[in-house]
């Protein structure tokens, strides 16, 4: 993994070799099923990993667990690592946790994060959870390269929306209410319903799959068993449809997409004369109201003569 996450050109050759293996491993046998685990910070996605993780270790599975740490990005502050939420995982000899920093990557995504878990899937961790930050954008990224998409949220968070925030539900296989225990037991269960109703009007996103809620709380343990009832169901309703396959397939081509338009914004902003152009972009701001527009327009031009010099547009 190290070597996978790794900037060095010549472990970069390396982790090429090791992924390759790992995908002629998988092509033969892959018993692995993939979920992304989703909401916002502190509604207890780890706790929740964690738990029902230890669960899914009784039932003879391997849990394999990729987290990406956000203290590198947007929300500093009161969260904890993923990793300290999940020591069992992280201690037993059944589990793999890895937390990967979110660095630079917009969105909730490591940028090696599909690796990690193509890795996990090769060495026999069958259950692989994928742990986002939950900032919202990176939420469609993870729905294509997973195959199931679990949205945590908690006691109430029905209440104060019109109807329920589409975007991101809409996405979701499996809708868990966390923290139904204690007090809040009750609205746990009105979440849950109203939850229940707005996915009923969704248009279903899986053949044979309607999406359900469902009510857990980590620290009791309760809910956990029915979670990895859904997930088992999940996934053989995909290996009915014959599904998983082609699912994977088009996990393949988005995670292409994605990795090339990285690198292209990578490569692009490392070039001499992108470079001279923010630089001389920078200082002009610094002194006049120039047009935001015509300068982007500028910088496409510039790309354009870059990438496609043959096309004609020369730099103004
Ligand atoms: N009462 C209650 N608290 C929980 C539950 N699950 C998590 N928490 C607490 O919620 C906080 C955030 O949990 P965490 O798993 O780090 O949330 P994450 O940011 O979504 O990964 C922690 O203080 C947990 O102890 C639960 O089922 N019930
Ligand atoms: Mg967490």
Known sequence: MTLIESELPEDRIRAITLLEACEERLYRHDPSIRITVSGSPGVGKSSLIEAAGRNAIDRGHRVGVVTIDPTSSLSKGSILG????????????????????????LGGLGRRTFELVTLLAAVGYDLIFIETVGVGQSEHMAWQLTDAFTLVIQ????????????????????????????????????????YQSALHYFTP?????????????????SGLDAWLDAIEAFRKNLLLHDELRILRKGQQEAWLEWNLGMEANRLLLQHPAVKNKLQEFHQQTQTQNISIFKMA????????SLLLPSSGTAES
């Not at 300290?84 to 979110?102: D, E, G, I, K, Q």
């Not at 109430?156 to 966390?178: F, H, P």
């Not at 327009?297 to 354009?304: D, N």
């Open 297 to 304: 327009y500028g910088f496409e031009q510039l790309m354009q």
């Open 82 to 105: 993923d990793k300290s939420r999940m020591t069992h995982l992280a201690n037993s000899p059944h589990a793999f946790v890895r937390s990967s920093p979110a660095g630079k990557v």
């Open 205 to 221: 996103l899986r053949k044979g799959w309607s999406p359900v809620a469902m009510l857990c709380s980590a620290t009791a343990g």
């Open 155 to 194: 006691p109430g968070a029905g209440d104060e929306l019109q109807g329920i925030k589409r975007g991101i539900t809409e996405l979701a296989d499996m809708v868990i209410v966390n923290k139904a225990d204690g007090d809040f037991i009750e609205r746990a269960r009105l979440t849950k319903t109203q």
